[in-house]
């Protein structure tokens, strides 16, 4: 594959990220200099105006490069990317979240990871060295390593961090994998890496930093782990 | 093959293998019918051996904070020159 003729659509799924989408924008315009890409902005009707804020950026970037593609409400983040890869008119997507915890300097190392390696798929880990996470506490750093080891013993899934959801796919690599995924949540990252492995796919993983900045909220309650066991039992049975 | 189905066949040849060694008799019985046990007190040692390490060695980064920090003031600098609205959150 020519590395020239290559085109990136980066789908960034937003609901209420008013401030974070202008951010990011930035940030990918300012590390992806010499690569043709465009970003598919899919939001979720948010009340706090993130749309307008995405016009205001078309202005000034222009809307071959970013493109608005919203929907009514919050429909979850698998259907997201489904109605993102819709528009894509790349042959590679990356998918990374809105809130600046995905910082667009890796984007260069997922690009090159994958030119070097032919991957049809590159992911994103923060445990290996190199990679890192910043603003978790004791507790969350052991629920997180508990439920890798759990997930590694259960599953062999092939990759370091399956929670993970920044990643570059091949563009029919995506389509077809989405396709056979149901789960919601971060249960869904976790089916489709897992159902990827599956298929056989080469996956490559580069390691990334994560800044949790939803400081104090605490994702992991009782109702979370439950959920997070019953996507283990569902994969280890349906994959 | 599904997943699930890879772990039985590997928990029914292991299960083999210990109906076997009871048969022949190798080690004493006594032994043997423990050997389940073992095995899996040793399999849970090494999960929270795993999970130990694991935690003890887990990557951290904290200029990142700090680096982002500067990254959102240069990106909002340079928006806000450009007309972007990049006041409230």
């Keep these: ?239 | 093959m599904k997943h699930v189905l890879k772990l039985l066949s590997l928990l029914v040849v292991i299960s083999a293998l210990w109906i076997g060694l009871l048969q022949a008799s190798i080690i004493p019985q006594s032994h043997t019918w423990l050997l389940p046990i073992y095995f899996i007190v040793s399999l849970g040692c090494y999960g929270l051996l795993m999970v130990g390490v694991g935690l003890m060695r887990f990557p951290t980064c904290p200029q990142e904070a700090l680096l982002l920090q500067q990254d959102i003031a240069e990106a909002k600098d340079f928006l806000k020159q450009k007309g972007v609205d990049v006041g409230s959150d």
């Design chain 1, 1 to 239: 594959m020519d590395a020239e003729t290559n085109k990136y659509s980066i789908i960034v799924p937003t609901y209420n990220e008013r401030l974070n989408i202008a951010l990011i924008v930035y940030l990918i315009f300012k590390h992806l200099r010499d690569v043709d890409f465009e970003i598919i902005v899919v939001d979720d009707g948010s009340p706090d105006g993130t749309q307008e804020i995405v016009k205001q950026l078309q202005k000034l970037y222009g809307e071959d490069r970013i493109l608005l593609r919203p929907r009514a409400k919050k429909l979850g983040l698998g259907t997201a990317y489904i109605h993102g890869l819709k528009h894509a008119s790349g042959n590679f997507v990356v998918i990374m979240d809105a809130d600046l915890s995905h910082h667009p300097k890796y984007l260069p190392s997922f690009i090159k990871k994958q030119l070097e390696t032919g991957a049809s798929i590159v992911t994103g880990t923060r445990y290996v060295t190199g990679g890192g996470v910043h603003g978790w506490n004791l507790m969350r750093k052991l629920t997180s390593r508990g439920a890798n080891v759990l997930a590694q013993t259960l599953l062999w899934p092939g990759v370091s961090d399956l929670t993970g959801s920044f990643r570059l796919y091949k563009k029919s690599v995506l389509e077809d994998v989405i396709s056979s995924c149901v789960s919601k949540g971060y249960v869904f990252q976790m089916e489709m890496i897992v159902r990827a492995s599956r298929k056989g796919y080469h996956i490559e993983e580069v390691p990334i930093t994560f800044v949790d900045r939803v400081f104090g909220s605490s994702k992991l309650g009782g109702s979370e782990i439950v959920e997070y066991l019953k996507g283990l039992i569902y994969l280890m049975v349906t994959t």
